[in-house]
């Protein structure tokens, strides 16, 4: 059971927490294959390929090990990847990743995201905590955040706890002070337990928990986490 009284900050995933994120994606990819039909045509040709897409990515992910956390690096060498082998200038993954960086940024808030954000902001410290590469500034929400921590910029990926202890520190709070809200399960919720925060699971799609642990709140959306801590929309 959630334990109000001693939450001093709140962690907050962003994919799939406060916007939906396949629809980006997929715009994204689409602004990215524009951009290489006009600027590196044999490129686009090549991807249009689905079993080549799923081949050159393989390809990256197990040339680079290292990089599994950090999407923008993984993006950029199979951008340089595609580039060499159609025979096209690699010198075009940059700005081609650029455009799809970009477009990754334009998000599409959940209708019970931002007041709910404000709310949250207005009582608490708010950290962004998230796999993925999207920038809180460059998406426009980054008044409510006081800081962003990524798989990127920390190394590891959640669920590993190093991500949400480097949250909680960048707060000056102990994990024990701090709530993580996010929607994923296993990346979110327990990753978040066994860091020794508590945790919140935004359930949107009435999923069925399925684990041993729980998490100390479930809700459907933004609205209900910000009723069950007590604040007013």
């Known amino acids: 059971m959630l334990d109000i009284s001693k939450i001093k900050a709140i962690t907050l995933d962003l994919d799939d927490t406060l916007w939906p994120v396949e629809p980006i994606i997929v715009r994204a990819e689409q602004a990215l ?8 045509p044999s490129t686009a040709s090549l991807l249009q390929d689905g079993a080549m897409r799923n081949q050159m990515r393989a390809a990256v992910n197990a040339a680079h090990p290292q990089a599994a956390h950090d999407f923008s690096a993984l993006r950029l060498a199979y951008l ?8 096209d200038d690699p010198a075009l993954a940059q700005p081609g990743f650029e455009v799809f960086f970009a477009e990754r940024q334009r998000v599409d808030l959940y209708p019970d995201a931002l007041a709910a954000l404000a709310a949250l902001a207005a009582r608490f410290p708010v950290v962004a905590v998230s796999n993925g590469n999207a920038d809180v500034h460059r998406v426009g929400l980054g008044a409510y955040f006081v800081g962003s921590v990524s798989a990127q910029s920390v190394g590891v990926a959640k669920p590993h ?12 709070c102990a994990p ?3 709530l993580h809200v996010g929607d994923d399960a296993q ?8 860091a020794g925060m508590q945790a919140a699971w935004v359930n949107r799609d009435a999923k ?3 684990h041993a642990q729980t ?3 479930a809700v459907t959306d933004m609205t209900q986490l910000s009723a069950a801590l007590g604040l007013r929309l």
């Open 33 to 40: 294959a524009d951009w290489l039909a006009q600027h590196a």
């Open 80 to 87: 340089h990847r595609a580039l060499t082998h159609a025979g």
């Open 161 to 172: 706890i190093d991500i949400f202890h480097a949250a909680a520190r960048s707060v000056q």
């Open 176 to 178: 024990d002070e701090v």
């Open 187 to 194: 990346l979110d919720v327990l990753g978040a337990l066994d």
């Open 208 to 210: 069925v928990w399925s």
């Open 215 to 217: 998490p100390h709140l």
